[in-house]
């Protein structure tokens, strides 16, 4: 009820905002910040200042793949590409791939798509998402995949001089 001019201040930008219209604090970023309404002292008043800290929390986020592969689909030839190997961010950031053996298993960082190099097994495909001012970093998701060789072999069998058998590994 006092004739003093009241005004506000923040202490740190990017964890509040304050509508002094609305008189409402509006959370925009992770940290601590101290809202300060400081009245000014007049003929009748004394001066003071009341202080609020606000603390913000990151948001948890979690990566999904779009789909399971079974194990048939984690078995890849040398020449195979794999164009869905993608996973999400429930927070919509966008998730990052690496391979542990580019020279067998080489993953596009950004789209996820898989191509087979050369033969080898237990190659992991992981995905990761490091979080922004809003969301804390994912935990990261790993695949396994093998590799194997297109091997065609010509059998000749000594049973007869006209049998010849194809097989294919």
Do not use: C
Not at 36 to 63: C, E, P
Not at 91 to 103: E, F, P, R
Not at 133 to 157: C, H, M, Q
């Amino acid at each position: 009820n006092s004739d003093a001019t009241l005004s506000y201040s923040l202490s740190k930008e990017g964890v509040i905002t304050y509508d002094a219209n609305t008189n409402m604090v509006k959370a925009v970023g992770a940290g601590e910040a101290t809202l300060s309404f400081i009245q000014d002292a007049n003929d009748t008043h004394y001066g003071t200042t009341k202080r609020v800290t606000f603390t913000v929390s990151k948001y948890d986020q979690k990566l999904s793949w779009n789909y399971e592969l079974s194990s048939e689909d984690r078995t890849l030839k040398i020449g195979d590409k794999l164009t869905t190997n993608t996973a999400t961010a429930n927070s919509g950031l966008t998730v990052t791939y690496t391979s542990s053996n580019n020279d067998v298993l080489q993953v596009d960082p950004t789209t996820g798509e898989i191509t087979a190099l050369k033969g080898g097994s237990n190659i992991a495909i992981t995905a990761t998402q490091s979080g922004n001012y809003k969301y804390n970093e994912a935990p990261s998701i790993t695949r396994y995949f093998t590799v194997i060789s297109k091997i065609d072999a010509t059998v000749v069998t000594t049973l007869s001089a006209t049998q010849t058998n194809t097989l294919t590994l």
